[in-house]
């Protein structure tokens, strides 16, 4: 049993893993450079934005992939206990906020996946230029109606997946600031 598990009181004074700590950052950081890249991609289609679209596809990948590793870590590593002077809804407000993280890590690069998988231009997915990137299975040879179905579905959860990104970011931030 470690020191937190046999002595309560010492909740929230433990340390996460260097992997846990070292995927935390590399994923915020992705995450707030896929946010700058965003804001690049609108406007006429030049070769900086085709350049920059597939930088964002890439990291979105990569975050993905990252995110998909973290929760994997955290099933088999469970956080540290919180802190016994959190009240009940500061509990449940930090546990709605990691699971809305985990569920924006994983959807957002999904339904990106999808409206590029689904889109009727057919530019495929190179990440960080070198690596083929397949679409999602079954989309790219669905009849064009179909398709743009999907490509709406994903460009829908994206844009709501993005809004969603800023009030956790927020809650995470200021629950941070709060308990140091």
Same mark, same amino acid.
């Given at each position: ?6 002595? @309560?009181?010492r909740?929230?004074s433990?340390?996460?893993s260097?992997?846990?700590i070292v ?7 992705a995450?707030?450079? /896929? ?5 690049r991609?609108?406007? @006429?289609?030049?070769? /900086? ?10 990291i979105g ?10 929760? +994997?870590w955290? &099933?088999?590593n ?7 002077t959190?009240g009940?809804?500061e509990?449940?407000?930090? /546990?709605?906020?990691?699971? +809305?993280? *985990?569920?924006v890590m ?17 530019i ?13 299975p079954?989309?790219? +040879?669905?009849? @064009?109606?179909?398709?743009?179905v999907?490509?709406?579905i994903?460009e829908?959860g994206h844009g709501?997946i993005?809004?969603?990104? *800023?009030? &956790?970011?927020a809650?995470?931030?200021a ?6």
């Amino acid at each position: 049993m470690t020191d937190i598990a046999s002595d @309560p009181a010492r909740a929230g004074s433990g340390r996460y893993s260097t992997l846990a700590i070292v995927l935390h950052w590399l994923i915020a950081l992705a995450i707030v450079l /896929q946010i700058v890249l965003s804001g690049r991609m609108g406007g @006429p289609h030049t070769p /900086q934005v085709f350049a920059v679209t597939q930088l964002h596809k890439s990291i979105g990948i990569t975050i993905l992939l990252a995110s998909l590793l973290r929760l +994997g870590w955290r &099933l088999v590593n469970p956080p540290l206990p919180m802190p016994a002077t959190l009240g009940r809804w500061e509990r449940a407000l930090a /546990q709605a906020t990691h699971v +809305g993280f *985990y569920v924006v890590m994983i959807a957002m690069p999904l339904t990106g996946w999808l409206m590029v998988s689904a889109s009727r231009i057919r530019i495929p997915t190179l990440l960080y230029g070198v690596v083929p990137w397949p679409d999602v299975p079954g989309i790219a +040879g669905l009849a @064009p109606a179909s398709r743009k179905v999907w490509q709406a579905i994903g460009e829908n959860g994206h844009g709501l997946i993005a809004k969603l990104i *800023y009030v &956790l970011l927020a809650l995470h931030v200021a629950g941070a600031l709060k308990h140091q």
